[in-house]
């Protein structure tokens, strides 16, 4: 089993509707948590970063972090055609010098 | 500024052939990483440079990798002997430290025929 799970996608949806993005993972250790979006044939860039659990709102984009269930979503409200991209979870713990732990990435769609 | 770069942007060798990769960090980033990543993967850490320590190697999947840096300057990633399995995207990226936003490169594709 992963230590981070990701479903791989693609999820197409219409432009201008609501895009809910998870992660789950299995080590309790974590407590930094990113998403981060790559385009195709680029790097991934970070979108936004959470310590431990609850809520951060950017704009149209809104993380959430239940680290009860170890369990963690990325919202995008409002989806535009720009915002087809793939979603990558990471997530981090200070007992592993705070190596980077990947999902899979979510590739998403947005049809206009 | 300029970002992270990254040369070449594709490489295409032979079964058994050495690759070497080159890595330019963000000015005055100490820490730099290089990840692997698959088709439909997610990133695999490599190996990470902090200023003058020594370097945490500890996902270098084999002893045909290896890499370099200087200080806090280029970077190099070389792969010997290479073999298919080889065959993925390598990223590298730099930060002002280990929890510091990472920047990316675009990448290096590299293919081994």
């Known amino acids: 089993q992963k230590e981070v799970e990701q479903d791989p996608g693609p999820l197409s949806v219409p432009e201008g509707a609501i895009v809910s993005l998870n992660c789950t993972y299995s080590?309790?250790?974590?407590?930094?948590f990113m998403w981060y979006r790559q385009y195709s044939r680029k790097g991934p860039e970070l979108l936004m970063y959470t310590y431990s659990s609850g809520n951060k709102e950017d704009g149209r984009f809104t993380a959430q972090v239940d680290k009860s269930s170890k369990y963690i979503s990325l919202f995008i409200r409002d989806s535009q055609p720009s915002d087809s991209a793939t979603y990558l979870c990471a997530m981090s713990a200070a007992d592993s010098n705070y190596q980077l732990i990947w999902g899979a990435g979510t590739k998403l769609i947005i049809k206009p | 500024g300029a970002g992270v770069s990254q040369s070449p942007s594709n490489k295409v060798t032979e079964k058994g052939k050495d690759v070497e990769l080159r890595c330019d960090p963000i000015s005055g980033h100490t820490a730099l990483y290089w990840y692997r990543q698959r088709l439909g993967q997610g990133l695999e850490f490599l190996i990470y440079f902090q200023g003058n320590s020594a370097p945490d190697k500890s996902g270098l999947p084999s002893d045909r990798f290896s890499a370099e840096r200087t200080g806090e300057s280029v970077s190099t990633l070389t792969i010997q002997r290479t073999q298919q399995e080889d065959s993925a995207v390598y990223l590298c990226?730099?930060?002002?430290?280990?929890?510091?936003?990472?920047?990316f490169g675009p990448g290096t594709r590299l293919t081994v025929l």
């Open positions: 080590n309790s250790a974590f407590q930094y």
């Open positions: 990226a730099s930060s002002l430290g280990r929890l510091n936003e990472q920047f």
